[in-house]
């Protein structure tokens, strides 16, 4: 795997929530012999035993139910502890969800359908933001005090915990809470994670600028996972075969960021290649 990825021509990977325990410890070899570095794992690597796909909100650090959240911290951190081990500087985290009625999908479609400017999606959105500012507050509660716990674990091994933007308008922090959150974080070892499809998503449906968004955060951008949007909500596809204007985001990208491909595996090899040259076309090759 890590070899397939180096013949792209990257030094450096993510390993993400797919990674099943039984590759760690070639992953380890890869990394000790140095031909491969890690840039960042997300939140659970590797997967939880008795899970076969990728799962990173089997365990919700907003769950009401108490035992879900002692486990989804022991797998956190021993998601912290790989990093550690393959002194990866950054761990990627979802953060949870209220407990609602799901709305995202639906309208997705509506926009496809050319009804985002019609009365019922106004109203379908009203509804949603009703229902969850009503709900949020004990969620978004428990999952600070998870980040809180989190947190302290991976500054004693020197990492950063990247808060990742999510797609789903249930899932949190909501984009209106991020600020706040990252006042109430300002310490070395948080910052944002940026994904670019899901901003994309969330601007497609009306919720967001992703510019604006973006430039919001920027100082405490830690990294983001660069993929594109086909309209109005397929993501993880090549950069440039979609909508998203990569280069407006240039200005808001230091040279320290953590940037990583996050791409489906339906895509070609050349795909592929196509989408890093387009990014490296805008942004240059750091």
């Given at each position: 795997m890590l070899r397939e990825i180096r013949e792209l021509g990257f030094d450096w990977a993510e390993l993400s929530h797919g990674i099943r325990i039984s590759l760690l410890p070639g992953i380890l070899e890869a990394v000790d012999a140095g031909e491969m570095k890690i840039s960042s794992l997300h939140n659970?690597?590797?997967?939880?035993?008795g899970v076969m796909h990728a799962a990173p909100n089997i365990f919700q650090f907003s769950s009401p139910d108490e035992r879900e959240r002692d486990r989804a911290y022991r797998h956190s951190m021993k998601t912290i502890e790989t990093a550690a081990r393959l002194k990866a500087p950054?761990?990627?985290?979802?953060?949870?969800?209220?407990?609602?009625?799901?709305?995202?999908?639906?309208?997705?479609?509506m926009v496809g359908e050319k009804k985002r400017e019609t009365s019922k999606y106004a109203s379908l959105c009203e509804?949603?933001?009703?229902?969850?500012?009503?709900?949020?507050?004990?969620?978004?509660?428990?999952?600070?005090?998870?980040?809180?716990?989190?947190?302290?674990?991976?500054?004693?091994?020197?990492?950063?915990?990247?808060?990742?933007?999510?797609e789903a308008l249930e899932e949190i922090p909501l984009e209106s809470d991020f600020p706040f959150l990252m006042r109430e974080f300002d310490r070395p070892?948080?910052?944002?994670?940026?994904?670019?499809?899901?901003?994309?998503?969330?601007?497609?449906?009306?919720?967001?600028?992703?510019?604006?968004?973006?430039?919001?955060?920027?100082?405490?951008?830690?990294?983001?996972?660069v993929h594109d949007v086909s309209f109005p909500g397929r993501d993880h596809c090549a950069p440039g075969s979609g909508m998203i204007d990569f280069a407006a985001l240039k200005p808001m990208i230091k040279p320290d960021t953590i940037k990583v491909f996050e791409l489906s595996p339906r895509l070609s090899v050349?795909?592929?290649?196509?989408?890093?040259?387009?990014?490296?076309?805008?942004?240059?090759?750091?």
């Amino acid at each position: 795997m890590l070899r397939e990825i180096r013949e792209l021509g990257f030094d450096w990977a993510e390993l993400s929530h797919g990674i099943r325990i039984s590759l760690l410890p070639g992953i380890l070899e890869a990394v000790d012999a140095g031909e491969m570095k890690i840039s960042s794992l997300h939140n659970f690597c590797p997967l939880p035993m008795g899970v076969m796909h990728a799962a990173p909100n089997i365990f919700q650090f907003s769950s009401p139910d108490e035992r879900e959240r002692d486990r989804a911290y022991r797998h956190s951190m021993k998601t912290i502890e790989t990093a550690a081990r393959l002194k990866a500087p950054a761990v990627v985290l979802h953060m949870g969800s209220i407990e609602m009625k799901e709305y995202t999908d639906r309208l997705i479609e509506m926009v496809g359908e050319k009804k985002r400017e019609t009365s019922k999606y106004a109203s379908l959105c009203e509804d949603m933001t009703k229902k969850r500012d009503k709900k949020k507050d004990e969620f978004v509660q428990r999952s600070s005090e998870m980040l809180d716990r989190l947190v302290i674990e991976a500054e004693l091994r020197g990492l950063k915990l990247g808060v990742e933007n999510r797609e789903a308008l249930e899932e949190i922090p909501l984009e209106s809470d991020f600020p706040f959150l990252m006042r109430e974080f300002d310490r070395p070892g948080v910052g944002y994670w940026h994904d670019t499809g899901h901003a994309q998503i969330k601007e497609n449906l009306g919720f967001i600028n992703h510019v604006i968004h973006l430039n919001s955060l920027a100082s405490r951008l830690i990294g983001m996972h660069v993929h594109d949007v086909s309209f109005p909500g397929r993501d993880h596809c090549a950069p440039g075969s979609g909508m998203i204007d990569f280069a407006a985001l240039k200005p808001m990208i230091k040279p320290d960021t953590i940037k990583v491909f996050e791409l489906s595996p339906r895509l070609s090899v050349d795909e592929v290649k196509r989408g890093i040259a387009h990014i490296k076309s805008l942004w240059g090759d750091e």
